[in-house]
């Protein structure tokens, strides 16, 4: 090897992630060329390194080892384009050269984490390269580059950085100096500070040194070394064979599997788990690649990104910007423009001093959204593969961009998309997240929100105890999950995902336990809690072509017993027991809609079909105190709309019974005058009773929320019946001084929720007074807010807008169909 020519090995001390790093050391293994190249990293990776050369292998990627036995006890090596030791080991496999990892084997650390200790999986950006435990005998671990930084006068360790070494040309100059000068500076911190509370980079650098001597042993002098600059002294130390194995006796191991895996530039920045912590690896990445003029190249991108985004931004705009720049850097007393003196440049010059642009310029560019990609030929578990496949099927590519995904479900492609999602979200992999779709709410489109992390690798290989195909992994765990569920809801949920998923095998098992818990469970909360999911989950059937009868005959069983048990469950309870059971009610009802237009399953029989009257019809007379219908509700067509009559029957129940609470008898009564089960003038009376000053103010309070509170429409309800605007005023006038704070959050609560044009408007009807002129009820309507004919003149101010939109003619008619310009009498369109 040439350069040195001391015999010693050439140590390349380096700070993880650093572009100036990077150039460094692919200009030294140029000027040395060693015969082996020794990298910091994990030996069980050693056969893995011929797959950077692949074409298909694009940084960012990460070294993933994970215990064999507990696939979530894992940890990560991640390698940027511009990290030191990326460009070694693509220097070695271009010049044929031996690159062999040296630091702990992952089998150790992963180990050294059971004992409850923290393992090695965080690496700093200070040029440690150590992932070392907390709690050592120093308070606080040492940042050899705030410690520099400091003594060479600097506040800011990354701008001492970018000075000293990323603005630092290779050039002609020695390739080894810096190394040099790095390794004196780290000699003098460790002499002053110790291991620096890095108590475990004892255990990982004697390892190093024992790697290294083999080394030695076979190609000599020939040996390179790129590891943390913060090692080097201790590789550098002469110690015996014998101190560095005693150090490594008695580690404790598990067995491992290690692969390449895709990351990001947003993993590269954060500290947390195995984030690197530098701030700006898209930055980063810009000044390894570009080769010359970094300013201008870095002004002309972000530039290019302003205008994607319709930002007004010219070329004289990259001008000024770049000589703002450098009139900053000057004016700092740097060699060059740092990443700090272009955002100020940017902000002032393209952004006009808006912080806005400047975080898209921040999240895109600076850190960046860059996802790396493995080779199909890098070791995986048979999941992660499978769901490769599945993925090039479906055209659904990881990205790690956020972004949103239209689906329709009557598209075949797109039908599998959605399978393919909702069995990873079934198996714990989040890569896509459930959004309410916008502009649409049937029930064949969905939308979701994509984003692949590289923590999503980990999870497919926890996933893979269940199976190794998405389909048949997402079945076993379902029914497990099913076996394994506490409380009927979650059954009745787990039910709604294997149709979304579209799992078969694992919904007969998923139906049998749910049948024995409904059957078993005698509260009424649990079974109204459960039934929304399972009714929710019989929408699926038309546009996902599953059969749900089976379904929907479980879910009326459990609306049988909902209906019997809620009226007493409902007596004696507290306020936020009532508030909860009025949540069961609002559920509830809506279930009921829904079921009520599901067909039944045919009844088995050899008589021929002949019409017959329904088996039970909803009374027209009321259900008695504390009765309830029973039977089977099945109408003529074979469906459950007799449900639909029974549930009213269950409303006046409880909007009847003086031992319900207030806000669940004024939601039922409320219920029944959406459904047109009850009259306004009847609605009216029950109102009028409820706030007689004979029922106590909090009672009648929380009868109004449950009434017109709740989102349900309240506000509207009573702007367009004026007289019951008039029986709440008349009530909230008349509350005693003393009771009236007590009401007051009910009522707050309550109005709240309303629009502010609703509030608007009542307000105003309030103040003029209800009946009075302007009121929104005319005389002799029988309809709340319409009067009895309708206003002909107020219509024909609209009639020439709606031609237009109509594309009719220009002739203006009005709703009489009379020709508004010359008279002539017609019909209209």
């Keep these: 090897m040439t350069g040195q020519g001391d015999g010693r090995p050439l140590l390349l001390g380096v700070r993880h992630h650093g572009p100036g790093s990077a150039r460094a050391v692919r200009a030294a293994l140029d000027a040395a060329r060693p015969d082996v190249v020794l990298i910091e990293g994990p030996p069980e990776a050693d056969a893995l390194i011929p797959l950077a050369a692949e074409e298909d292998m694009r940084p960012p990627v990460a070294l993933l080892a994970?215990?064999?036995?507990?696939?979530?006890?894992?940890?990560?090596?991640?390698?940027?384009?511009?990290?030191?030791?990326?460009?070694?080991i693509r220097w070695a496999l271009a010049h044929e050269v031996p690159a062999r990892f040296i630091d702990l084997p992952a089998t150790h650390?992963?180990?050294?984490?059971?004992?409850?200790?923290?393992?090695?999986t965080e690496r700093k950006a200070d040029g440690d390269g150590g992932e070392g435990a907390e709690g050592s005998e120093v308070d606080v671990r040492i940042d050899p580059l705030a410690v520099l930084a400091d003594a060479a006068g600097y506040d800011d360790p990354e701008r001492w950085w970018e000075d000293v070494v990323e603005h630092r040309g290779v050039g002609e100059r020695d390739a080894f100096a810096p190394f040099a000068v790095l390794e004196e500076a780290m000699g003098a911190l460790r002499e002053t500070y110790g291991v620096g509370g890095r108590d475990r980079d004892l255990v990982r650098e004697a390892h190093m040194r024992l790697q290294?001597?083999?080394a030695e042993r076979e190609f000599g002098d020939g040996v390179a070394v790129v590891c943390g600059a913060w090692h080097v002294p201790a590789l550098r130390e002469r110690t015996t064979v014998a101190a560095d194995r005693a150090l490594l006796k008695g580690l404790p191991k598990v067995k491992t599997d290690m692969t390449w895996v895709p990351w990001t530039h947003r993993r590269l920045s954060r500290v947390s788990g195995y984030g690197a912590g530098i701030e700006s690896p898209g930055w980063y990445g810009h000044l390894f690649g570009a080769q010359d003029r970094p300013i201008e190249r870095w002004m002309t991108k972000v530039a290019g990104l302003l205008r994607e985004e319709d930002r007004l931004v010219s070329s004289a705009h990259v001008i000024e910007a770049?000589?703002?720049?450098?009139?900053?850097?000057?004016?700092?007393g740097r060699p060059l423009p740092g990443l700090g003196e272009t955002t100020d440049a940017v902000r002032a010059v393209m952004c006009e001093g808006s912080d806005v642009p400047l975080g898209l310029v921040h999240d895109r560019l600076v850190v960046g959204d860059v996802l790396g990609e493995v080779p199909r030929t890098a070791p995986a578990v048979p999941l992660q593969r499978d769901l490769d496949r599945t993925q090039r099927r479906l055209r659904l590519k990881p990205e790690a961009l956020e972004r949103e995904l239209e689906l329709d479900l009557r598209k075949e492609t797109d039908a599998g998309r959605s399978r393919l999602l909702h069995r990873l979200r079934l198996l714990g992999i989040g890569w896509g997240e459930p959004v309410a779709s916008r502009g649409s709410t049937g029930t064949f489109r969905e939308t979701w929100r994509l984003r692949w992390e590289p923590e999503l690798s980990v999870r497919v290989a926890e996933a893979g105890v269940w199976g190794t195909t998405v389909l048949g992994a997402a079945t076993a765990k379902a029914e497990a999950d099913a076996l394994a569920a506490q409380g009927l809801a979650d059954?009745?949920?787990?039910?709604?995902?294997?149709?979304?998923?579209?799992?078969?095998?694992?919904l007969p098992v998923v139906m049998r336990v749910l049948a024995d818990r409904a059957a078993l469970d005698a509260d009424v909360g649990h079974l109204a809690q459960a039934l929304p999911a399972l009714v929710r989950s019989l929408r699926y059937g038309d546009v996902r072509g599953t059969d749900t009868r089976a379904l929907a005959e479980v879910a009326a069983g459990l609306a049988e017993r909902v209906f019997v048990g809620l009226p007493p469950a409902c007596a004696s309870l507290d306020q936020d027991g009532a508030e909860e059971m009025r949540r069961h009610v609002d559920a509830v009802h809506g279930a009921v809609g829904l079921l009520a237009d599901v067909p039944a399953l045919p009844h088995p029989s050899t008589e021929p079909e002949v019409e017959a009257p329904a088996l039970i019809r909803p009374s027209a007379e009321p259900v008695g105190?504390?009765?309830?219908?029973?039977?089977?509700?099945?109408?003529?067509?074979?469906?459950?709309?007799?449900?639909?009559?029974?549930?009213?029957?269950?409303?006046?129940?409880?909007?009847?019974?003086d031992t319900v609470p207030g806000v669940v008898r004024g939601r039922a009564v409320r219920l029944l005058l959406d459904e047109g089960a009850l009259e306004q003038d009847e609605a009216a009376r029950l109102m009028g009773l409820v706030l007689s000053p004979g029922t106590a103010p909090g009672d009648a309070a929380a009868w109004i929320e449950g009434f017109v509170g709740g989102g349900s429409g309240g506000g509207m309800l009573l702007v367009h019946d004026e007289r019951l605007l008039g029986l709440v005023d008349a009530w909230l006038t008349g509350v005693p001084?003393?009771?009236?704070?007590?009401?007051?959050?009910?009522?707050?609560?309550?109005?709240?929720?309303?629009?502010?044009?609703?509030?608007?408007?009542?307000?105003?009807?309030?103040r003029r007074g209800p009946g009075r002129q302007g009121s929104t009820r005319a005389a002799g309507s029988g309809i709340p807010g319409f009067g009895p004919e309708p206003d002909a003149e107020r219509a024909d101010a609209v009639v020439p807008v709606v031609r237009l939109l109509l594309g009719l003619d220009g002739t203006r008619q009005d709703v009489a169909g009379r020709d508004v310009d010359n008279g002539l009498v017609g019909v209209a369109g």
């Design 212 to 214: 290294l001597r083999a």
């Design 625 to 657: 105190e504390g009765q309830a219908q029973t039977g089977t509700v099945v109408d003529d067509a074979g469906g459950h709309r007799g449900l639909r009559g029974r549930w009213r029957a269950v409303l006046r129940v409880l909007g009847l019974r």
């Design 491 to 506: 059954v009745t949920g787990l039910a709604e995902h294997c149709l979304l998923a579209e799992l078969p095998q694992a």
């Design 66 to 88: 994970h215990a064999v036995d507990e696939p979530g006890r894992s940890a990560f090596w991640p390698l940027a384009e511009f990290s030191p030791e990326w460009v070694a």
């Design 737 to 766: 001084a003393e009771a009236f704070t007590d009401v007051l959050p009910l009522l707050r609560r309550t109005f709240s929720a309303y629009e502010p044009g609703v509030r608007r408007t009542l307000g105003e009807l309030v």
């Design 322 to 332: 770049v000589r703002l720049a450098e009139t900053l850097a000057a004016m700092r």
């Design 109 to 120: 650390t992963l180990a050294w984490g059971q004992d409850g200790t923290e393992g090695p």
